[in-house]
């Protein structure tokens, strides 16, 4: 590993315009994981501004604010060192020590700027702790599934695929019972209750009532399936993983099943803003409905991952995710400037795979209702 180039580990440089404020390239140096920003002039690299060069020249001026806004030309210098690509990572790692600088220009052999090389991912390498800035992932029959969009690990397609079926087959038990239910008690009602009937006139009781019991029910199955353990376990990971931590059960059992990336979350606020809407009109309502998701979203979502979409995991499924989490971190590791594109990257995400299982369920349903001409549903 220590032999191997940098090439994989050179990031896109952070350059900043000579005639652009120095204002601007104090931003750059922020954004960044170094000290420096290069600055360039009718596209070739002319030096750099360092984080201690800005502080020296604020601490001399009398306005600071006419002073950030003056061209970043002004106070320019040369780069301390430049290296060349096909170093290698100790090589590299020695030539920080004895520079003391946080990052470094990478030129090819035609003087072409290749990038920058920041320390911090030397040694992260060099330590074996280079790690993938965020993760996500899907918890599948199979076991959790994790990906960076660049590079996966864990339960591969077929969990993907099964994860579809089984959210499928739950959706369409759901709202068969759902409308099971409402059928029954409408014709329960119907010659009990006539006068209560007649109150419901113009709402849609049987609509509503189905759909109360079955999404009801769904959450029910999911929260006893195991795929809310393995959500759980799949959050807590991901937590680790970005937290730097080892990947051991002790560990990764510190953290929550909640994670602020989830998409229970767009799919919380999405139905709070649906149910607000739906119940009332106008624009007022409307502008409630975006008030109460822009404000209570995180709440909202929070609460639905830890009531309903995940649970506390299981030893085995926990060491599932933490499996799926080690594999992620060696691909990453071996690649990390690893790029995926096109398909290949949605691929990657997971979403197709799981969409094509949902819809296998609900092609079987149709083909079956066609050929026993009786509707599956209510």
Same mark, same amino acid.
């Given at each position: 590993?220590?032999?191997?180039?940098?090439?994989?580990?050179?990031?896109?440089?952070?350059?900043?315009?000579?005639?652009?404020?120095?204002?601007?390239?104090? /931003?750059?140096?922020?954004?960044?994981?170094?000290?420096?920003?290069?600055?360039?002039?009718?596209?070739?690299?002319?030096?750099?501004?360092?984080? $201690?060069?800005?502080?020296?020249?604020? &601490?001399?001026?009398?306005?600071?604010?006419?002073?950030?806004?003056?061209?970043?030309?002004?106070?320019?210098?040369?780069?301390?060192?430049?290296?060349?690509?096909?170093?290698?990572?100790?090589?590299?790692?020695?030539?920080?020590?004895?520079?003391? =600088?946080?990052?470094?220009?990478?030129?090819?052999?035609?003087?072409?700027?290749?990038? !920058?090389?920041?320390?911090?991912?030397?040694?992260?390498?060099?330590?074996?702790?280079?790690?993938?800035?965020?993760? /996500?992932? %899907?918890?599948?029959?199979?076991?959790?599934?994790?990906?960076?969009?660049?590079?996966?690990?864990?339960?591969?397609?077929?969990?993907?695929?099964?994860?579809?079926?089984?959210?499928?087959?739950? %959706?369409?038990?759901?709202?068969?019972?759902?409308?099971?239910? !409402?059928?029954?008690?409408?014709?329960?009602?119907?010659?009990?209750?006539?006068?209560?009937?007649?109150?419901?006139?113009?709402?849609?009781?049987?609509?509503?009532?189905?759909?109360?019991?079955?999404?009801?029910?769904?959450?029910?199955?999911?929260?006893?399936?195991?795929?809310?353990?393995?959500?759980?376990?799949?959050?807590?990971?991901? $937590?680790?993983?970005?937290?730097?931590?080892?990947?051991?059960?002790?560990?990764?059992?510190?953290?929550?099943?909640?994670?602020?990336? +989830? /998409?229970?979350?767009?799919?919380? @606020? @999405? @139905?709070?803003?649906?149910?607000?809407?739906?119940?009332?009109?106008?624009?007022?309502?409307?502008?409630?409905?975006?008030?109460?998701? %822009?404000?209570?979203?995180?709440?909202?979502?929070?609460?639905?991952?830890?009531?309903?979409?995940?649970?506390?995991?299981?030893?085995?499924?926990?060491?599932?995710?933490?499996?799926?989490?080690?594999?992620?971190?060696?691909?990453? $590791?071996? $690649?990390?400037?690893?790029?995926?594109?096109?398909?290949?990257?949605?691929?990657? !995400?997971?979403?197709?795979?799981?969409? &094509?299982?949902?819809?296998?369920?609900?092609?079987?349903?149709? +083909?079956?209702?066609?050929?026993?001409?009786?509707? =599956?549903?209510?």
């Amino acid at each position: 590993m220590t032999n191997q180039s940098i090439t994989e580990l050179i990031k896109p440089p952070r350059v900043v315009g000579s005639s652009e404020s120095i204002r601007r390239a104090a /931003g750059i140096i922020h954004a960044s994981e170094g000290s420096w920003a290069l600055v360039i002039k009718d596209g070739q690299v002319i030096g750099g501004i360092s984080e $201690h060069a800005i502080a020296s020249h604020l &601490a001399l001026s009398d306005d600071p604010e006419i002073t950030l806004d003056q061209p970043a030309e002004s106070i320019v210098e040369p780069y301390p060192l430049y290296i060349n690509p096909m170093i290698t990572r100790s090589d590299a790692a020695r030539i920080f020590s004895e520079s003391g =600088l946080d990052v470094l220009p990478v030129v090819d052999n035609f003087g072409g700027l290749r990038g !920058m090389l920041y320390r911090t991912d030397v040694v992260a390498v060099l330590t074996s702790n280079l790690r993938p800035a965020t993760v /996500g992932g %899907m918890a599948t029959p199979l076991g959790v599934y994790l990906t960076t969009g660049n590079i996966s690990g864990g339960a591969g397609s077929l969990g993907l695929y099964l994860t579809g079926i089984t959210l499928g087959l739950m %959706m369409i038990i759901s709202r068969a019972a759902g409308d099971g239910a !409402m059928s029954f008690l409408n014709k329960l009602v119907a010659h009990k209750l006539p006068v209560f009937m007649k109150t419901l006139t113009g709402i849609d009781a049987f609509g509503i009532g189905s759909l109360i019991i079955s999404v009801g029910l769904l959450i029910l199955l999911l929260k006893l399936s195991p795929l809310a353990g393995y959500h759980g376990a799949e959050h807590m990971t991901v $937590h680790a993983i970005e937290s730097g931590d080892d990947l051991t059960l002790e560990n990764v059992r510190r953290y929550p099943r909640v994670h602020p990336r +989830c /998409g229970t979350n767009l799919l919380g @606020a @999405a @139905a709070v803003f649906i149910l607000i809407t739906s119940q009332f009109s106008g624009e007022i309502a409307v502008l409630v409905a975006i008030g109460v998701v %822009m404000l209570g979203r995180k709440t909202i979502g929070d609460w639905m991952q830890t009531v309903f979409t995940t649970k506390s995991p299981s030893d085995h499924q926990l060491a599932s995710a933490i499996a799926a989490g080690k594999e992620i971190l060696k691909r990453y $590791h071996d $690649h990390p400037g690893l790029v995926s594109r096109g398909f290949s990257r949605i691929w990657k !995400m997971g979403f197709l795979q799981a969409a &094509a299982g949902m819809t296998t369920v609900l092609a079987a349903v149709y +083909c079956i209702e066609r050929l026993t001409h009786k509707s =599956l549903l209510f």
